[in-house]
């Protein structure tokens, strides 16, 4: 043991003995020695309130209990959840909770991953005692993509402490009190700012819900994936959410030095493009004035034969992986090419409470990731095509000028999710990519962090994730073939070849994710 | 006999030596009463041995809690280069409480004097009065009087000649028992919810607009001016000799079934029952007093026994199972429905509850839907046994004690008057069916 | 004794303006700003004149209308969220037009137990306001049930606006009312 320094704390709960920092509440330092004290009212995202009254604890020595998360831990402190006193305590504010509650979790959105279902189910009473009528208040449209079920509020008002605090844009407020108080909102001022979403994650019951998502699933129906929101070059870690193969919710994953607990609805609402039906499923290769679905042998033979001893250029979309991204740029470079993207944009809106979290300008996952694998940005991506190139057209499409550019390619090979409607006349190759929902690999956000995200539904037909179709293309084109056969084999080359990611390994990355080199350097210096 | 009446003989009046004396509401009225010495001479005195004098006569909180206050008061570090603020609490709103009404209706010269002296000892520049909305005329009498203290010289950048500064102003309520807890007052003040505040940081490090704040009771205010002018020594004679920790005089709210309400004012240490019969004139004609709640509402209630029992101190109240309170007395008798007088004291609490805390907002307004139905004559027995857990949830769990105020009642009443409840249930004609929660 | 014989606050001259719907009219101008801006020198920050300035609002409009609210939260740099939020805190506040008299009668227990109930039943009889927080046909008078007033050594007591009167009895009603018609 280290003796106690004046910055250590030194504490036991339940049992367990625990060191935190001087200042740490016992909620937090009750975390950290692995035991959750119940609570709703606390969100390590936002000031503390002390209302729920649920994470009351016993202290030894303290004549009252303690409210978990409003108590400072004190050296030598001995910490009881589960005592007899405490856990009445908590027995009662659950049964508080319910009285006026409608208990109606059949129709419920949040029924499933309910904090007031899961403690009741784990301490509270079997059966309430409240005989009298029901309070009862009207379902509110708050604007957005926020309803509200004032009969499911518990007044916890985290999302009132997120407006205030986080976004600075109080619109919301505890309107009237005692029994009657709801949350509140002014006529007018609706939850449109970008970041007001995140009071759906934030109440801990079902009285916030997405407009959005409502009665599309029940919460124990979903597949889950730990994953990157793509819209952005923030790099908000989420968790993708899908029912029968449809991606039905994207909610913020915690992230501390990316997106604390949170993520913008510009990113959250964007995944219906990750459901398109209207998918390349097979490997097509050119016959006459059509297309026609082959095997990919075939199809990467192909696109050998038309790129021998050519130049080619690769138009790479700034959504692809860090993996197909290299691998793109080992054909680039083998064959003494280019590579060019281009980056949709938008108004950068930032988080205000929270240092450099923004919505981004550049309305992509792997900018720069892009740059860093010698890509180009280009508001005309082509204009670096030189006549009688091969153009490889990665997950892009093109529309306008740009379109007719693509005239001057010798050969164009399209490796996408969807056929460009342009491509439908001149591709000579298309060979199918699964999308990022359904493959895993690596972006690099605009701090240079490199994040995993993993699958969370089955790409269409035949199509292949990303990296491997990328990586049989420059094998195909007499590339050194990559060994193993796993993305982390991928990003293993990547990191060999390339300094910035030197030192990185797959694994190591974990789902935090990990800084590239200069931006270390940047970021301690 | 108090005001309204003229001075009971066995009374002692002197805070209340001037009620009903319209002349003492003027400057120079109050002023020929000896007025604005004490401030005057504390001009001249260190802040520190105005604090240790109001230490040394024992003066305690009069607005319920009855914490010493000069400690209070010496909790404010000097120098720390921090503006400093007193804040008044005249939201005078528990139920049987009216006294500093009448204090500030008939001499509000004496608490901005009183005023005036506190934020000196503490260090404060700015001293905030916050009455309750209801009361608009002691709110246009302080308002009169901080303004002719302003107009002559008294109060503002240099208050009596002395070079200091000293601001009084008075601040509305809107309508909040609330507002009343110290902390949900400092909220108020800011322009918020009157929600009380989760305790630390205490408002002598951080209170009224972040800074260290001392905040003081109306009576506790105007007790000072007449302790600088007599000295601690005056002021700890008035208390029993075998109790030297509550001292002074304390004025008395007293109302309900009685047949002299009003405010009287007599030493610590007096007996209850002597006050109850001889100042206030005992029960209505062919009545008996049934039940007695001596300090306002939230504290026990008293069996007839108990509070002729109790001598008038911090103390003896306590040794009879109640406390001194805000020195509110209500006094109920046998010609009332004691079960609906509880149930109206729960619905009390379940409009003023702020919404914060679970056991509050949920159990206070449970507490009265319960009680009303057993008035209602439509209760059971298992009520009873629910009321009671229900008030241990709401005791002692949330951040301020208005949840344990409407628990305190129905825990007193139905210990000591369960009968009341009992009868009501027998009587009952038909039964509801129940509503599962 | 009363405030309007004090010359204090008055009743608000005019209700017949302010009703939900009409076009708002400022109410700080002129004198009423300059009121305003004089009461922020009192403060260290602009929101601690938030109660005073609602206060102004109710006093020459009748009550508080949601565009005042948004007048208040612009002229005091916050959102008419969290000002209504504080309006609907406090419950002396009116959220929307009330008779032109309006009539608090304390009927917490310790007034009840000295027949508080009976002179709320005088007030809905003689003003016609038949339940309570409806305003009488002749928009003259909204009786409400109000908390603790804290005079209650003087049961009943009532307020009617600004005014308080103490010692209020079933039989003295109609007379008070008198004086307000």
Redesign the interface.
């Known amino acids: 043991m280290t003796s106690p320094s004046a910055q250590t704390v030194n504490l036991t709960i339940e049992g367990r003995p625990v060191s935190v920092p001087a200042g740490t509440s016992i909620l937090e330092a009750a975390k950290a020695a692995g035991v959750l004290i119940p609570h709703y009212c606390y969100h390590p995202g936002l000031p503390v309130a002390g209302v729920c009254r649920m994470c009351l604890v016993d202290v030894e020595k303290a004549p009252k209990l303690a409210p978990a998360c409003a108590t400072s831990v004190a050296e030598g402190q001995v910490v009881r959840v589960h005592t007899e006193k405490a856990l009445v305590a908590r027995q009662g504010v659950l049964e508080m909770l319910l009285i006026n509650h409608p208990l109606d979790c059949p129709i419920c959105d949040q029924a499933g991953e309910c904090e007031l279902q899961d403690y009741t189910y784990q301490e509270g009473r079997a059966e309430g005692r409240y005989r009298e009528p029901k309070r009862f208040n009207p379902v509110e449209d708050f604007g957005g993509d926020v309803i509200y079920v004032a009969n499911r509020c518990i007044l916890c008002t985290r999302c009132v402490r997120f407006m205030d605090d986080v976004v600075h844009h109080p619109i919301l407020n505890v309107s009237e009190r005692g029994d009657r108080a709801v949350i509140g909102k002014f006529e007018g001022e609706d939850m449109t700012h970008p970041w007001a979403g995140n009071v759906i994650e934030l109440c801990p019951v079902g009285a916030l819900l997405s407009k959005d998502a409502l009665n599309k699933a029940r919460a124990w129906e979903l597949d889950r994936a730990a994953s990157v929101c793509p819209n952005c070059s923030q790099g908000c870690n989420v968790m993708m959410e899908a029912r029968d193969n449809t991606i039905v919710r994207m909610r913020p994953r915690p992230n501390e030095e990316v997106n604390k607990y949170f993520m913008c609805d510009h990113g959250r609402l964007n995944y219906r493009w990750l459901n398109r039906r209207d998918r390349v499923d097979v490997p097509m290769v050119r016959q006459g004035a059509t297309l026609a679905g082959c095997d990919w042998d075939r199809a990467l033979a192909e696109a050998a034969r038309i790129a021998a001893g050519k130049r080619v250029f690769v138009l790479a979309s700034p959504m692809l992986s860090n993996e197909a991204l290299f691998l793109l740029s080992e054909i680039v470079r083998r064959s003494g090419g280019a590579g060019a993207f281009r980056v949709a944009t938008g108004p950068e809106s930032p988080l205000a409470g929270v240092e450099d979290l923004a919505l981004r300008a550049d309305r992509a996952a792997n900018v720069k990731g892009a740059e860093l694998l010698g890509f180009v940005r280009r508001e005309r991506p082509l204009e670096g095509l030189g006549a009688g190139d091969v153009l490889l057209v990665a997950d892009e499409e093109l529309v306008g000028e740009d379109a007719s550019g693509a005239a001057k390619a010798g050969a164009t090979i399209v490796v996408g999710t969807t056929l460009p409607f342009w491509a439908r006349h001149t591709a000579a190759v298309v060979l199918p990519i699964a999308n990022m929902s359904e493959e895993e690999g690596t972006f690099t956000n605009i701090r240079g962090r490199v994040q995993r995200y993993t699958q969370v539904k089955a790409a269409p037909g035949f199509a292949r994730p990303s990296w491997f179709v990328v990586a049989d293309l420059m094998t195909a084109l007499g590339g050194t073939p990559i060994t193993g056969g796993l993305p982390s084999d991928v990003f293993a080359a990547l990191s060999a070849a390339r300094p910035e990611f030197a030192g990185m390994s797959y694994d190591g990355l974990g789902m935090r994710g990990a800084m590239i080199a200069g931006a270390m350097a940047e970021a301690s210096a | 006999m108090g005001y ?1 009446h003229k001075p009971h003989a066995r009374e002692t009046p002197v805070l209340s030596q001037y009620f009903g004396d319209s002349d003492a509401r003027t400057l120079d009225g109050w002023r020929t009463r000896g007025g604005y010495a004490a401030f005057e001479r504390s001009l001249g005195m260190a802040p520190a041995d105005i604090v240790s004098v109001v230490k040394d006569s024992g003066l305690r909180g009069r607005g319920g809690a009855g914490f010493p206050t000069g400690v209070k008061w010496s909790f404010m570090k000097p120098g720390d280069g921090k ?1 400093h603020y007193l804040c008044c609490n005249a939201d ?7 006294k500093d ?1 009448e204090i500030m209706r008939w001499t509000p010269h004496a608490l901005v004097e009183g005023c005036a002296i506190g934020a000196h000892a503490i260090g404060a520049e ?1 001293a905030y009065i916050y009455i ?6 002691p ?2 009498r302080m308002e009169a009087a901080i303004k002719e203290a302003y107009a002559a010289g008294i109060l503002g950048k240099n208050a009596m000649g002395s070079g200091k500064t000293v ?1 009084v ?1 008075v ?7 609330i507002c009343g807890e110290e902390t949900a007052l400092m909220n ?7 929600n009380p505040r ?1 305790k630390p940081p205490f408002p002598a490090v951080a209170g009224v ?1 972040g800074q260290p704040t001392t905040i003081n009771n109306v009576e506790t205010l105007v007790a000072v001016p007449p302790i600088l002018n007599n000295g601690a020594d005056w002021y700890k004679k008035f208390s029993r000799s075998d109790n030297p920790k509550s001292t002074g005089t304390k004025l008395y ?5 009685i047949a002299r ?3 009287y004012e007599v030493p610590m240490g007096f007996p209850f029952k002597d006050f109850l019969y001889d100042l206030c004139g005992g029960p209505l004609p062919g009545r008996k007093f049934r039940a007695i709640i001596p300090g306002g ?1 939230s504290v026990p209630i008293q069996t007839v026994s108990e509070a002729e029992a109790s001598l008038m101190d911090y103390e003896g109240f306590v040794a009879q199972g109640t406390m001194l309170g805000s020195g ?1 007395v ?1 006094v ?2 046998d010609a ?1 429905n004691l079960v ?3 149930a ?2 729960a619905r ?1 609490f ?10 509050c ?6 507490t009265t ?2 009680l009303e ?1 057993i008035a209602a004559g439509e209760g059971t027995t ?1 009520d009873l046994d ?1 009321l009671l ?2 008030a ?2 709401m005791t ?4 301020c004690v208005l949840s344990d105020s409407c628990a305190t009642p129905v825990v007193s009443g139905l210990k000591k008057f369960r009968s009341d409840f009992e009868s009501l249930i027998k009587k009952k004609t038909h039964h ?1 069916v ?4 | 004794m009363s405030i309007r014989e004090m010359g204090g606050v008055e009743a608000p001259a005019d209700t017949s303006h302010g009703r939900h719907g009409e076009p708002h009219q400022p109410v700080f101008v002129g004198t009423r700003k300059q009121e305003l801006d004089e009461l922020l020198t009192r403060y260290p920050s602009k929101m601690a004149a938030l109660l005073p300035a609602l206060w102004m609002v109710q006093h020459d409009r009748g009550w508080v209308s949601e565009d005042a609210m948004a007048e208040v939260a612009g002229l005091l740099d916050l959102t008419p969220a969290y000002v209504k939020g504080v309006v609907t805190f406090y419950t002396m506040y009116h959220q929307h037009p009330v008779g032109t008299y309006f009539v608090q009668v304390c009927t917490t227990s310790p007034c009840q137990v000295c027949g508080a109930e009976e002179v709320v039943e005088a007030f809905l009889r003689h003003t016609g306001c038949q339940e309570l927080g409806v305003t009488s046909p002749d928009d003259k008078f909204t009786v409400i049930e109000v908390e603790c007033l804290g005079a209650c050594g003087f049961a009943t007591p009532v307020m009617v606006n600004e005014d308080f009167i103490e010692s209020v009895t079933p039989e003295g009603v109609a007379e008070l009312l008198s004086r307000y018609k």
């Open positions: 309204p503006p005078e709103s528990e139920p049987g409480t009216f009404r700015t309750r909305g209801e009361f608009t005329e709110i246009a601001n102003w601040h509305r309520g809107a309508g909040a028992y108020s003040l800011e322009g918020r919810r009157g989760i607009f709210s007293v109302c309900g079934n309400p009003g405010n509402i509110g209500i109920v008798d009332q609906k007088f509880i109206r004291a009390f379940a409009h003023e509850s702020c919404a914060q805390c679970t056991q907002r949920e159990g206070t307004a449970w839907k319960i139905r298992e629910t857990e229900i241990d949830n002692g769990k949330t951040i509801l129940p509503a599962v929660a």
